[in-house]
């Protein structure tokens, strides 16, 4: 079992939608990422919370919006997606800034865009 | 441009034996090296990973070799078995901590492992 936890686990969404994705940890630790995965392809990074704070956009268009909570949250808010949009979004979670940790991934959530 | 790059996307071995998976890199700054293991509906589940300080790092059936001055590590499992059967992704940071983000990648390599 992950101890990353996404919500949901599929997402159906037209164009005109507006939806929110959701991460959870409870490991403590500090640093919250966003990745996109295609189809047969590798996990690209989209944003990186360090200590809740936004610390690393990769130049991904404002229809994706990121918002951190508190230490244990992260969240992914879309709006006016576009059909090539549709991917596996993962969430992933290492400890705090500075150290040599891996990323524990989530299960992610599969969007697809109507 | 691809600065993680596994040159095999897949792989297929008979229960028992050894499975090596390997991984070349491009950029110098890259100094902490991570393996992932992905299911299909599942994320990919960290395996095992290696400083840039370090030639050799074992854990159980898994073991991770770096060669800095060939840019190129590779992830020897021994024995293999069925359940080992996933996509293998080879991951590479920069000096500063993983939590800067930058984890970037290769293409996979599906490892399929006969009975």
């Known amino acids: 079992d992950t101890e990353v936890t996404q919500t949901p686990k599929h997402l159906v969404m037209g164009m005109t939608n507006k939806k929110s994705l959701k991460c959870e940890q409870h490991?403590?630790?500090?640093?919250m990422y966003w990745y996109k995965q295609k189809a047969k392809k590798p996990p690209e990074l989209m944003f990186v919370y360090s200590y809740e704070k936004l610390s690393i956009n990769e130049s991904v268009p404002s229809r994706f919006s990121p918002e951190c909570p508190n230490s244990s949250l992260l969240n992914l808010h879309l709006h006016a997606l576009q059909p090539e949009d549709s991917a596996l979004y993962l969430c992933a979670s290492s400890q705090g800034q500075g150290n040599n940790s891996p990323l524990h991934f989530g299960n992610g959530t599969r969007l697809t865009v109507t | 441009d691809q600065q993680v790059k596994q040159n095999s996307p897949s792989l297929s071995v008979q229960e028992g034996r050894i499975s090596i998976l390997n991984c070349d890199y491009t950029?110098?700054?890259?100094?902490?090296f991570l393996w992932y293991k992905k299911y299909p509906a599942e994320g990919p589940t960290f395996l095992i990973s290696?400083?840039?300080?370090?030639d050799k790092n074992e854990d159980g059936r898994f073991t991770v070799f770096l060669n800095k001055s060939a840019k190129h590590l590779s992830l020897h499992i021994v024995p293999s078995q069925p359940g080992d059967s996933a996509v293998y992704f080879c991951a590479a940071s920069p000096a500063g901590g993983t939590s800067y983000g930058k984890l970037t990648f290769g293409q996979g390599t599906i490892l399929t492992v006969h009975p």
């Open positions: 490991m403590g630790h500090r640093a």
């Open positions: 290696i400083s840039s300080i370090k």
């Open positions: 950029n110098s700054m890259f100094d902490y």
